[in-house]
């Protein structure tokens, strides 16, 4: 449809707009010396995270404007917390231009900043560095190597999980051309707790100004923001506002948002953009604002099941609802919570657990309305009534049979012979595919041809 392209397109504005206030942000991560005699810039490196009791390495380079050269400025190493590294060497003293190391040594796991300061006055009044405040690297220590690994792959492997989530449901819509049983307030709650999650996660993943604001507030904790984390906040929104799209397209049955939902998501979004604007104002950190901006994800995640749960329980059936996304969402939960702990294990960081509220939240409460649906699907509403199974859309009159019928239908003796029923390619894919549903008990047949086709 249009409107699912043109959903897609502003949506990858959005997430574009986001990575280039990231690089704008990034490329003031150095100090800058600005005279009439010349200018020079100072930028170190990002430093590799080690294992206890061995060495790291921090490489910083100076480069100028133009022709003028520099020498000895002599500034002093700094390390915030400490307990963490330790610098081989105190004192480094650089040239314009030019390329150097600092060598450290892992003492304990953890997270800890390394800074820079000048070591006389004399360099500070001749060749100050401005934003010197700014030069600042993070160095992230663990107690195992094998472990960081085995985060990494737990950390995609629920990417996949809850990724994949999305599809059973956005497969069934297209298998059924219907979205009725689909709740309409769980998808304007799902699109804007995810837009909330991508902005939360894109700022404390890529924009330095926000990290610094983070580690600030919490002092030695590790970011608990992975790379997954973002990929998946950003691929969720685009499968929520395709699936948005897909009600616009096929047969809703009178379905709409609610007059509570609306209210609720109009009072979400005026906090949002009041807290924006104050922002703006300096009257609140970008952090303390992405922060307000995941209680709306938290807030979401709470609520946006229950009208679901609420649906299936007044139709005393989960048809329309698919139960495919439930599974993976559990397994993503768990595998969510699972990496935190992991990760705050391998870096003696429990605090930060605490800093990403959102991500302990999102899997937390995900859990626990996924195990109410599992017991409404398999216990409670194993067998709904068949009023709620599927029926063709459209002309209800035609004695013709409809594309997912038996196709293999006997004609009485003496009776003329029935014209085979001919499906399209997409057609036939979904048909296929809901017979490998069956199977795997992922959707229950709801009517005679369900179960012809899926033995």
Same mark, same amino acid.
């Given at each position: 449809?249009?409107?699912?392209?043109e959903g897609s397109l502003l949506f990858c504005i959005?997430?574009?707009?986001?990575?280039?206030?990231?690089?704008?942000?990034?490329?003031?991560?150095? #100090?800058?010396?600005?005279?009439?005699?010349?200018?020079?810039?100072?930028?170190?490196? *990002?430093?590799?995270?080690?294992?206890?009791?061995?060495?790291?390495?921090?490489?910083?380079?100076?480069?100028?404007?133009? =022709?003028?050269?520099?020498?000895?400025?002599?500034?002093?190493?700094?390390?915030?917390?400490?307990?963490?590294?330790?610098?081989?060497?105190?004192?480094?003293?650089?040239?314009?231009?030019?390329?150097?190391?600092?060598?450290?040594?892992?003492? #304990?796991?953890?997270?800890?900043?390394?800074?820079?300061?000048?070591?006389?006055?004399?360099?500070?009044?001749?060749?100050?560095?401005?934003?010197?405040?700014?030069?600042?690297?993070?160095?992230?220590?663990?107690?195992? $190597?094998?472990?960081?690994?085995?985060?990494?792959?737990?950390?995609?492997?629920?990417?996949?999980?809850?990724?994949?989530?999305?599809?059973?449901?956005?497969?069934?819509?297209?298998?059924?051309?219907?979205?009725?049983?689909?709740?309409?307030?769980?998808?304007?709650?799902?699109?804007?707790?995810f837009v909330a999650y991508s902005a939360f996660n894109?700022?404390?993943?890529?924009?330095? $100004?926000?990290?610094? $604001?983070?580690?600030?507030?919490?002092?030695?904790?590790?970011?608990?923001?992975?790379?997954?984390?973002?990929?998946?906040?950003?691929? +969720?929104?685009? +499968?929520?506002?395709?699936?948005?799209?897909?009600?616009?397209?096929?047969?809703?049955?009178?379905?709409?948002?609610?007059?509570?939902?609306?209210?609720?998501?109009?009072?979400?979004?005026?906090?949002?953009?009041?807290?924006?604007?104050?922002?703006?104002? &300096?009257?609140?950190?970008?952090?303390?604002?992405?922060?307000?901006?995941?209680?709306? !994800?938290?807030?979401?995640?709470?609520?946006?099941?229950?009208?679901?749960?609420?649906? =299936?329980?007044?139709?005393?059936?989960?048809? #329309?609802?698919?139960?495919?996304?439930?599974?993976?969402?559990?397994?993503?939960?768990?595998?969510?919570?699972?990496?935190?702990?992991?990760?705050?294990?391998?870096?003696?960081?429990? !605090?930060?657990?605490? #800093?990403?509220?959102?991500?302990?939240?999102?899997?937390?409460?995900?859990?626990?309305?996924?195990?109410?649906?599992?017991?409404?699907?398999?216990?409670?509403?194993? &067998?709904?009534?068949?009023?709620?199974?599927?029926?063709?859309?459209?002309?209800?009159?035609?004695?013709?049979?409809?594309?997912?019928?038996?196709? *293999?239908?006997?004609?009485?003796?003496?009776?003329?012979?029935?014209?085979?029923?001919?499906?399209?390619?997409? *057609?036939?894919?979904?048909?296929?595919?809901?017979k490998i549903l069956i199977k795997l008990g992922l959707?229950?047949?709801?009517?005679?041809?369900?179960?012809? =086709?899926?033995?």
């Amino acid at each position: 449809c249009k409107l699912m392209m043109e959903g897609s397109l502003l949506f990858c504005i959005f997430v574009f707009l986001s990575l280039c206030v990231s690089r704008v942000w990034s490329e003031n991560d150095c #100090g800058v010396h600005k005279a009439k005699d010349g200018q020079f810039k100072l930028c170190p490196k *990002e430093v590799k995270s080690v294992v206890v009791g061995r060495n790291t390495s921090l490489y910083i380079y100076t480069s100028h404007y133009d =022709n003028t050269t520099y020498d000895n400025i002599s500034l002093s190493v700094i390390m915030r917390r400490g307990g963490v590294v330790e610098p081989i060497t105190d004192i480094i003293t650089l040239s314009v231009p030019g390329n150097y190391t600092l060598m450290f040594h892992a003492i #304990g796991a953890g997270r800890d900043e390394i800074r820079f300061n000048y070591t006389n006055n004399e360099d500070y009044e001749t060749k100050p560095i401005t934003r010197l405040h700014r030069v600042v690297r993070d160095v992230s220590i663990m107690h195992s $190597e094998p472990l960081n690994i085995i985060i990494a792959i737990i950390g995609w492997i629920y990417f996949v999980a809850w990724s994949i989530s999305f599809y059973p449901q956005i497969i069934l819509n297209f298998y059924r051309r219907s979205v009725v049983g689909l709740n309409f307030d769980f998808l304007a709650f799902n699109i804007t707790g995810f837009v909330a999650y991508s902005a939360f996660n894109i700022g404390l993943y890529w924009i330095p $100004e926000i990290q610094r $604001e983070y580690y600030d507030k919490y002092p030695g904790s590790v970011n608990q923001v992975q790379l997954n984390d973002v990929i998946f906040a950003i691929h +969720a929104a685009a +499968a929520t506002l395709f699936t948005i799209c897909q009600c616009f397209c096929f047969e809703r049955g009178g379905q709409r948002i609610s007059i509570v939902a609306i209210i609720i998501l109009i009072v979400l979004w005026v906090f949002v953009f009041i807290s924006l604007f104050v922002s703006v104002g &300096n009257k609140l950190s970008w952090l303390e604002f992405l922060y307000f901006f995941s209680y709306v !994800k938290l807030a979401v995640t709470l609520i946006k099941y229950v009208p679901q749960a609420f649906m =299936n329980f007044r139709r005393k059936s989960t048809v #329309g609802w698919s139960i495919g996304n439930v599974l993976l969402d559990f397994t993503g939960g768990t595998l969510s919570i699972l990496q935190m702990f992991l990760v705050s294990y391998n870096y003696d960081d429990w !605090k930060s657990i605490f #800093g990403d509220p959102t991500k302990f939240g999102l899997g937390a409460f995900s859990i626990c309305f996924d195990i109410l649906f599992m017991i409404q699907h398999y216990i409670l509403y194993r &067998n709904p009534p068949a009023t709620h199974g599927y029926v063709k859309i459209g002309n209800t009159t035609s004695p013709s049979p409809t594309p997912f019928e038996n196709s *293999e239908q006997k004609p009485l003796l003496g009776d003329p012979p029935v014209s085979p029923v001919h499906l399209s390619l997409s *057609e036939n894919i979904a048909l296929q595919f809901g017979k490998i549903l069956i199977k795997l008990g992922l959707k229950k047949p709801t009517f005679e041809s369900d179960f012809n =086709n899926s033995t």
